[in-house]
């Protein structure tokens, strides 16, 4: 399982990635450089209990997973992605959004609810995109049963501003659009990345909403908006896990 780890400039995505990994990462929003990012390999215990009357069956002790910093390269700025990131996330199996939830260097305020709607939009363009994209070479050539259609049905949801993620859809129709990598039909984790006195306050209201509307789960972290060797606690590990369908 590939998961990467996205969020803009401030937000404390690289140093989330080290503290979960444990691995030293490069700080700074452009990683390594282009076509670079930073990269590793966890594994994450299982659950190996199992129900009353199911049949005892080895299970592995760990499920490796790879986590991967995904960076934008240098001279990208501000809530935008280049076409190089894009294509890194659609690589990855689920999404991790790094959200800013403390004050900027530069005392800009917290703004969550902008970051996300901003990285909702990229990915809704960029779906978009490759849809449209498909349907117009399906006029030039034989579309596969139900294959135009439903295409037709995706588009129409995301110009809705719907999330294909939360469309239901049939084994047949996910291996119609199997090759296509949408992103917006990927698990997305928001990990809320809070600073140290914020701990055990409520989320705001309007992030709360935001956040029932659409139906994403949030793992507030504490304490990592920069920090060189920082560490998840294990409940926010075991949170992270748990939201991956992990452990």
Not at 53 to 63: D, K, S, V
Not at 181 to 190: A, C, G, P, Y
Request: proline share 7%; charged share 20%; with cysteine.
């Amino acid at each position: 399982m590939k998961v990467g780890l996205v969020g803009f400039p401030g937000s404390g995505k690289t140093t989330v990635f080290g503290a979960l990994t444990g691995q030293q990462a490069e700080l700074g929003y452009s990683g390594k450089g282009p076509g670079k990012t930073n990269l590793a390999v966890v594994k994450v215990p299982t659950d190996r209990n199992q129900a009353i009357g199911e049949p005892l069956q080895p299970r592995p002790p760990h499920t490796q997973v790879v986590f991967v910093d995904v960076a934008a390269p240098p001279g990208v700025a501000g809530r935008s992605f280049d076409a190089s990131a894009m294509s890194a996330m659609r690589d990855m199996d689920a999404l991790i959004q790094v959200v800013r939830g403390f004050p900027s260097p530069d005392g800009a305020a917290a703004d969550p609810i902008g970051e996300l709607t901003d990285l909702a939009t990229e990915m809704t363009v960029g779906d978009l995109a490759i849809l449209d994209k498909r349907l117009d070479r399906l006029q030039k050539e034989a579309a596969r049963p139900g294959e135009t259609e439903l295409l037709a049905r995706l588009k129409a949801h995301l110009d809705r501003g719907e999330m294909l993620r939360d469309v239901l859809l049939t084994d047949a129709q996910m291996q119609l659009l199997a090759g296509q990598h949408l992103l917006t039909q990927k698990r997305l984790i928001i990990a809320y990345n809070i600073a140290e006195k914020a701990e055990g306050q409520p989320l705001p209201a309007e992030l709360r909403k935001y956040l029932a509307s659409h139906s994403l789960p949030l793992i507030p972290l504490c304490g990592l908006g920069g920090t060189d060797g920082a560490t998840l606690s294990t409940s926010e590990q075991k949170a992270l896990f748990s939201a991956l369908g992990l452990g």
